[in-house]
């Protein structure tokens, strides 16, 4: 589900504290675009949305949810859309930032804080 080497990658190349505000600012944009996904999807939109929510994904090591997305955001761009399935994606999201949240963030800060 996640990708644990990235996001201790993330964490050396960019250091505790910068990394915890690339995770707030990444958590805050991603809510964002989930809760339209969610409330008020919009098929037009989901090629850019799930391209956007990819790139974060990868970024944070979020794996799974990038690849559901870049599957999307593919039948967006084909011009299927109106048959993507939100629903494993917003699901994949939740159980991502969950189980980010329970490890408590890369190995390397969760020894440093012991």
């Avoid at 969610?38 to 974060?56: M, Q, V």
């Avoid at 944070?60 to 761009?77: H, K, M, N, T, W």
């Avoid at 299927?80 to 159980?95: F, K, N, V, W």
Wanted: aromatic share 8%; hydrophobic share 40%; net charge negative.
């Amino acid at each position: 589900m996640i990708d644990w080497g990235r996001v201790e990658t993330l964490f050396e190349e960019i250091g505790g504290e910068d990394f915890h505000e690339v995770v707030q600012i990444f958590l805050e944009e991603a809510d964002s675009v989930i809760a339209r996904l969610e409330t008020a999807p919009d098929p037009d939109c989901y090629e850019e949305d799930l391209h956007f929510l990819k790139g974060s994904a990868l970024n944070l090591g979020f794996s799974d949810l990038a690849a559901l997305c870049q599957v999307g955001e593919r039948q967006a761009a084909a011009g299927s859309a109106e048959h993507i399935d939100i629903g494993p994606i917003l699901r994949c999201y939740r159980a991502s930032v969950d189980a980010f949240a329970e490890r408590g963030g890369p190995p390397s800060q969760r020894s440093s804080a012991a």
